[in-house]
């Protein structure tokens, strides 16, 4: 029987990237994390003033590093006991490795599309608040079940108001289509990379 097409190139991309010797991609791994928290400290510890958009990098590099962390932790091995049937069974854990990898995934794009693809500074402050102005937006969105969240969304409000006005402010703005700047405004878009092509 032959194998289909995508069956067959799943085995040889697994084959390709299988990894032989586990424990030495760990430690590789957890150098490389070591090093990330080390340059953060730094950072951390030089106490630098800061603008709200270029705050946002320590957030996202502390995310990546517990994505880091947490991966080298599941590929060690997770163990599952049964008391009923008297045994410890250690198995690998993929599928929440793949949760994890996902959401650092989503962390290394959003660091990338707000602080590495921009050539400016007021390219990376324009998208951090059209990230933040989405966000936020969404966040307006949940029905207000208690006190704590109605007054949040008080505050959501004032700085949505206020980050719309620094949005349409902005020359980067009129980069987009005129239905596009409605579509930003209106509604928020932190995909602005879909109009940027």
């Not at 106490?47 to 947490?70: A, E, G, M, V």
């Not at 650092?104 to 007021?122: A, G, N, R, S, W």
């Not at 004032?158 to 209106?186: C, G, H, V, W, Y």
């Amino acid at each position: 029987m032959e194998l289909p097409y995508r069956i067959y190139k799943a085995i040889e991309l697994s084959e390709k990237f299988k990894v032989v010797d586990i424990e030495k991609e760990i430690e590789s791994i957890s150098k490389i994390i070591d090093s990330l928290i080390t340059v953060q400290q730094s950072v951390v510890d030089a106490k630098p003033k800061l603008d709200d958009w270029k705050s946002y990098l320590d957030s996202l590099t502390t995310k990546f590093i517990l994505h880091s962390s947490s991966i080298v932790t599941l590929a060690k091995g997770t163990y599952i006991k049964s008391e009923f049937l008297k045994k410890e069974i250690k198995l690998l854990d993929t599928p929440t490795m793949l949760v994890i990898i996902r959401a650092q995934l989503e962390c290394f794009l959003m660091f990338h599309f707000i602080y590495v693809d921009p050539k400016t500074d007021q390219e990376k402050e324009f998208r951090y608040w059209n990230w933040k102005y989405d966000n936020l937006k969404m966040r307006s969105k949940i029905s207000p079940r208690t006190i704590e969240i109605k007054n949040q969304q008080k505050a959501d409000n004032i700085e949505i108001a206020q980050l719309k006005t620094k949005i349409s402010e902005s020359p980067f703005l009129m980069r987009f289509t005129k239905d596009q700047r409605k579509n930003i405004l209106n509604k928020g878009n932190s995909n602005l990379h879909i109009f940027l092509g």
